[in-house]
């Protein structure tokens, strides 16, 4: 369960939830998102949590194993390809992470952070070596977890660094809320102003609760398949999506008001973390502690988050095709590290490396949160409500008639998988 919240816990709730909220107008984007949340993204967490647990297999080997002879298996395949190029780019972004939270420690926010403009942000993410030099190390942080194995290495590892990393959030929290001047950001995160939705607004809210909850690219699949069968599923994935909500809430309650108290305003875009907080850290009171601990936390969410998009690729070649997982780990390391190196030179050392009129970064970026991913989970959706069918979903709901679930709930969920969740998706990402 822990890592399950360690894997929807990341950069997707500090890096773009806060910007999205302030790009799309505060709090009528937070609602949209809830109900995202809700009615679309949970069904369809516990759609790819009976896919896992079911099989007890990789995210490939599910599909064959459920549904023999079928292709579907290639929904699967589609997840380990999307993990793959999600952890290149997220990695990048894990690596400035612990750049900021080096130079925090040194007390070392070059005077351009300090004050408050793109300038050292913008030459070093569009620098040859550094960017790469960080990446190396936060990638390699993520091999010794997962070279440890899941129970030793990912369980032991998110179980100690999950309530850390909630803890720290909210110190910061607190932190921003009590600045003067901070219940401007407050009201802004809260009260919403309807008219600014558009369908804009919409596709925003449910690209970012997918990527959030991490669904339909296998990470789910993968670590259910290494649950117990008595595991109750409706409470693993509800603990799950609950945490990775209160956690992008209590980051956005520690981001938005500083911005507030400071003047500033909260549509940067992704900047916000990496340009406007240091400028807040470098300006306010107890500041240099704060922005410690809001790098440390950033680092170790979007760790918890890559080594379970890593474990996808490492379940599928060592579980598929009898690989010895040392080898599979090392080899995987090398191959992010040398697509992620593309990604990073994407930003301007290699302005070339470009693909469709997008940085190869923000085209992985692209296709990973608006067509991998919810590609990934209609055909999930699809998989579980038509293929393995009602009988099925409310036999691993309830652990095959042990755990009390009432009737109606069995069947509003079923219906929701079967029709709502696919269909919904569908005509959003049509209307698009
Ligand atoms: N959910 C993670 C985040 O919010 C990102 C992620 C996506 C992780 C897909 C795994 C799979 O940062």
Not at 50 to 70: E, M, N, Y
Request: glycine fraction near 8%.
């Amino acid at each position: 369960m822990m890592a399950l919240a360690g894997s929807a816990v990341g950069l997707g709730n500090l890096w773009r939830f806060p910007y999205l909220v302030g790009q799309n107008g505060g709090a009528a984007f937070i609602f949209i998102y809830l109900l995202c949340v809700i009615f679309l993204c949970l069904p369809m967490m516990f759609s790819e949590f009976i896919v896992g647990r079911r099989s007890q297999s990789d995210a490939v080997t599910a599909f064959q194993k459920l549904a023999p002879g079928t292709k579907f298996h290639l929904v699967g395949l589609m997840g380990v390809i999307a993990s793959f190029l999600i952890v290149s780019f997220y990695c990048v972004v894990g690596g400035w992470g612990v750049k900021y939270f080096m130079d925090a420690c040194l007390l070392r926010f070059s005077s351009e952070a300090a004050a408050g403009t793109a300038e050292s942000y913008t030459s070093f993410i569009s620098g040859a070596v550094p960017p790469i030099v960080y990446l190396f190390i936060f990638l390699a942080l993520n091999a010794v977890v997962v070279f440890l194995g899941v129970k030793k290495g990912i369980e032991s590892f998110s179980k100690v660094m999950m309530p850390i990393l909630f803890l720290l959030m909210v110190v910061i929290a607190v932190r921003s809320l009590t600045l003067p001047g901070a219940s401007a950001g407050l009201e802004y995160l809260f009260k919403a102003d309807f008219s600014k939705v558009t369908s804009k607004t919409v596709v925003a809210a449910m690209g970012q609760a997918f990527f959030s909850l991490s669904l339909g690219v296998g990470t789910i699949i993968t670590y259910a398949s290494y649950v117990d069968k008595n595991e109750n599923i409706l409470r693993c994935s509800s603990v799950a999506a609950l945490s990775d909500t209160v956690f992008a809430l209590i980051a956005g309650c520690a981001i938005i008001p500083a911005v507030f108290a400071f003047g500033l305003s909260p549509n940067e875009g992704p900047g916000l973390l990496f340009v406007t907080l240091p400028y807040i850290f470098s300006n306010m009171p107890f500041g240099g502690l704060a922005a410690i601990l809001f790098f440390l936390a950033l680092i170790l969410a979007a760790l918890t988050s890559s080594i379970s998009l890593l474990e996808v690729v490492i379940s599928y070649v060592s579980q598929h095709f009898k690989v010895n997982r040392t080898i599979v780990v090392a080899c995987s390391f090398v191959c992010v590290m040398a697509l992620g190196s593309l990604c990073s030179l994407s930003l301007g050392a290699a302005p070339g490396i470009r693909l469709f009129g997008k940085s190869l970064f923000d085209l992985f970026d692209y296709i990973s949160a608006n067509i991998l991913m919810t590609g990934g989970s209609i055909l999930i959706t699809v998989f579980v409500g038509w293929k393995l069918g009602k009988k099925t979903i409310m036999e691993e709901l309830t652990n095959r008639g042990s755990i009390k679930v009432p009737d109606w709930v069995l069947n509003v969920i079923c219906f929701v998988i079967r029709y709502v969740a696919p269909l919904a998706v569908l005509v959003i990402v049509l209307f698009q």
